[in-house]
């Protein structure tokens, strides 16, 4: 079970982004703890350099280059990203549920393609071919099959519902870069920072109100809550050797908890 911190949004993140941290060297995965938390606090993902500019710059000593360079060429298993993923996953069904089937639904378009037939798969489900029979031409066989079907088909749904908010809020079609190798983790990164507001609702309290609602709602409340919490270290880091400096923490802190500030 993953320990999430209660104090902090930066820790919270920090904390489930660590079951990511043998798949990556040490200043690896600081760029990739600061890449997720960049494409959560901005809402707009219009290129590397919008995130690099629009956030990492102001939080960070890193140069754009050194972005560049980890989509490009070091070297992650997109598949332990992936495996990991879903790990994650498993790790938060009750204990009451686990004795359940279990649907894991994917999506053709990033897998390697042989004429009909794509890698990873056991048991090849063609949605295509779903033929809906009316009462008159059907037996109870048939109907059975197409019940089958349709249930199928209602949890493939979802694939495309992600699809979509991926395209449309997250801005999945802006690959941003140029290779086919950086193009893949770039993807997956975002699926990652995805899940992650997919799942906070299930593993922390406070934002247990967004249960199976909109990612979107998610990840504005996530990346209001964790600029504020930088700007609020940056500002006290300006003030450590004054001496406001404890009023002015409190002042702030009592601002960043929601609470009436004199």
Same mark, same amino acid.
């Given at each position: 079970?993953?320990?999430?911190?209660?104090?902090?949004?930066?820790?919270?993140?920090?904390?489930?982004?660590?079951?990511?941290?043998?798949?990556?060297?040490?200043?690896?995965?600081?760029?990739?703890?600061?890449?997720?938390?960049?494409?959560?606090?901005?809402?707009?993902?219009?290129?590397?350099?919008?995130?690099?500019?629009?956030?990492?710059?102001?939080?960070?000593?890193?140069?754009?280059?050194?972005?560049?360079?980890?989509?490009?060429?070091?070297?992650?298993?997109?598949?332990?990203?992936?495996?990991?993923?879903?790990?994650?996953? /498993?790790?938060?069904?009750?204990?009451? /549920?686990?004795?359940?089937?279990?649907?894991?639904?994917?999506?053709?378009?990033?897998?390697?393609?042989?004429?009909?037939?794509?890698?990873?798969?056991?048991?090849?489900?063609?949605?295509?071919?779903?033929?809906?029979?009316?009462?008159?031409?059907?037996?109870?066989?048939?109907?059975?099959?197409?019940?089958?079907?349709? $249930?199928?088909?209602?949890? $493939?749904?979802?694939?495309?519902?992600?699809?979509?908010?991926?395209?449309?809020?997250?801005?999945?079609?802006?690959?941003?870069?140029?290779?086919?190798?950086?193009?893949?983790?770039?993807?997956?990164?975002?699926?990652?920072?995805?899940?992650?507001?997919? /799942? /906070?609702?299930?593993?922390?309290?406070?934002?247990?109100?967004?249960?199976?609602?909109?990612?979107?709602?998610?990840? $504005?409340?996530?990346?209001?809550?964790?600029?504020?919490?930088?700007?609020?270290?940056?500002?006290?880091?300006?003030?450590?050797?004054?001496?406001?400096?404890?009023?002015?923490?409190?002042?702030?802190?009592?601002?960043?908890?929601?609470?009436?500030?004199?």
């Amino acid at each position: 079970m993953i320990s999430i911190s209660h104090n902090s949004m930066n820790q919270t993140l920090l904390q489930y982004l660590m079951q990511y941290r043998s798949i990556f060297k040490k200043r690896s995965f600081d760029i990739f703890y600061w890449f997720i938390m960049s494409i959560l606090c901005t809402e707009e993902l219009r290129s590397i350099q919008f995130l690099y500019h629009g956030f990492i710059k102001k939080y960070t000593h890193k140069v754009l280059n050194s972005i560049y360079y980890f989509l490009s060429y070091v070297k992650f298993p997109i598949e332990i990203l992936a495996t990991t993923t879903v790990s994650i996953l /498993l790790s938060l069904i009750p204990e009451e /549920l686990r004795g359940n089937t279990l649907f894991i639904t994917i999506d053709d378009t990033l897998q390697a393609k042989y004429v009909d037939k794509f890698d990873c798969y056991a048991k090849h489900f063609d949605h295509t071919k779903i033929k809906v029979l009316t009462t008159n031409e059907s037996s109870n066989s048939d109907n059975e099959d197409t019940s089958k079907a349709l $249930r199928i088909y209602r949890i $493939r749904w979802n694939i495309e519902v992600m699809f979509y908010q991926h395209k449309f809020f997250w801005s999945f079609g802006n690959y941003m870069v140029r290779n086919k190798d950086a193009i893949e983790r770039y993807v997956n990164l975002l699926a990652i920072a995805y899940t992650f507001t997919c /799942l /906070l609702p299930f593993i922390d309290k406070k934002y247990a109100e967004y249960q199976f609602k909109s990612p979107q709602l998610v990840k $504005r409340a996530v990346g209001e809550q964790i600029t504020k919490e930088l700007i609020f270290d940056t500002f006290v880091s300006s003030f450590e050797s004054a001496k406001i400096y404890s009023t002015v923490k409190e002042a702030v802190q009592s601002f960043l908890d929601k609470d009436q500030v004199a």
